[in-house]
């Protein structure tokens, strides 16, 4: 065998055992999700009953848990599944003006913060997606909610970090590896949203 093919050979090999590893690490997590399933449908009921009671969802995170953000906002105003009314949930990263202004003038950890307080009201909620729940502008995010009345919900990783003791109730994914935890995020999410429209007699 050339040592070109040999170079071939492995580097077409790679891919397949990272695939393997990750889909191992992803059931093995996925096998022992039942037991946040409490903590999944109790945070999903306070949510339905904000939205039940005429508040909205609020959603900020940083990176992949920005685009989760994003995501779970989106399934509120367009639907999960069945055609039905839209939904108030809005992801304070879309916003790339104020994101900028607000960074600018104030600095990154302040993004969050100063929308939560020009946007929020009490009987909303905030959700704060974290795979560390250490983010400077998420736990600022989350002191400005709680000053506000805001309900602050958490889907965290890790051990939840310095975020779980500000948030007024939570769901942590308990693995080190941030792409599972973002995996196990977004699984949840949709069972809030799934939960959100039962509540509302939507499904």
């Not at 492995?10 to 022992?32: G, I, K, V, W």
């Not at 039905?84 to 992801?91: D, E, F, H, V, W």
């Not at 905030?126 to 400077?136: E, K, M, Q, R």
Request: proline content about 3%; hydrophobic content about 45%.
């Amino acid at each position: 065998m050339s040592r070109l093919f040999a170079r071939t050979v492995h580097t077409l090999q790679m891919p397949s055992d990272l695939f393997s590893a990750a889909l191992a690490e992803h059931r093995a997590l996925f096998d022992n999700l039942p037991q946040l399933q409490d903590s999944v449908t109790r945070t999903g009921q306070h949510l339905a009953q904000v939205v039940e009671r005429g508040g909205k969802l609020m959603w900020c995170g940083n990176g992949g848990s920005a685009a989760d953000s994003q995501h779970l906002a989106a399934e509120m105003t367009g639907r999960l599944v069945n055609d039905r009314r839209p939904l108030a949930g809005m992801a304070l990263s879309t916003d790339s003006s104020a994101l900028t202004c607000i960074g600018n003038d104030y600095g990154f950890d302040a993004v969050f913060e100063r929308q939560v307080l020009g946007l929020g009201r009490a009987g909303d909620a905030l959700v704060l997606i974290s795979t560390s729940g250490n983010s400077a502008n998420l736990l600022r995010a989350a002191k400005a909610a709680r000053s506000l009345g805001v309900l602050c919900i958490g889907l965290l990783g890790r051990d939840g970090g310095a975020l779980l003791p500000l948030c007024d109730d939570a769901v942590v994914v308990p693995s080190p590896v941030t792409a599972r935890i973002q995996e196990a995020h977004i699984f949840i999410g949709h069972c809030w949203c799934g939960q959100i429209e039962q509540h509302l007699g939507l499904a």
